[in-house]
Each structure stands twice: as C-alpha cells, then as structure tokens.
C-alpha cells in the first residue's frame, strides 16, 4: 500500500494541478461484477467499445508496463 502511495502522490504533483485532491485509502471492499460481464472482451471482440478503447488501451498499458503483462 504505502509503494502505490507514493506512486500516486508522485504522480500527482507531476500534474502540478491544485484543484486536484486525492485520497488513497486501502481496499474496504471489492464487488465481482455479474456473469455478462466476465471475459466481456473475448466475447464481444468486434463491439464498439472494444475495437474502439479497450483493445487500443490495453496494447498501450503493456508497451508502457511489460513488467505488470503475466
């Protein structure tokens, strides 16, 4: 918790924004999302939103972040 706090607070005063206030608290808890949900992407591989944003978001985050790739 306290690396990704840093990493976060770093982050934050790289924006160098004061009308941005962040709070980093852990994780109380964490809600699955329901059935249709799950695997959303492998199932609906030519929606919209897919092709539009997650494909290109994601192929974006592994070329910055190899190391977090499993």
Do not use: C, W
């Not at 706090?5 to 770093?10: L, M, N, P, T």
């Not at 994780?27 to 492998?42: G, I």
Request: hydrophobic residues 35%; charged residues 30%.
């Amino acid at each position: 918790m306290e690396k990704e706090k840093a990493q976060i607070e770093a982050h934050t005063k790289e924006l160098d924004n004061p009308k941005i206030a962040v709070e980093v608290l852990p994780l109380q808890k964490f809600y699955k999302a329901e059935q249709y949900h799950q695997n959303f992407v492998k199932r609906n591989p030519s929606q919209g939103y897919v092709v539009g944003v997650s494909i290109p978001r994601y192929k974006k985050a592994i070329l910055k972040f190899p190391e977090l790739l499993k």
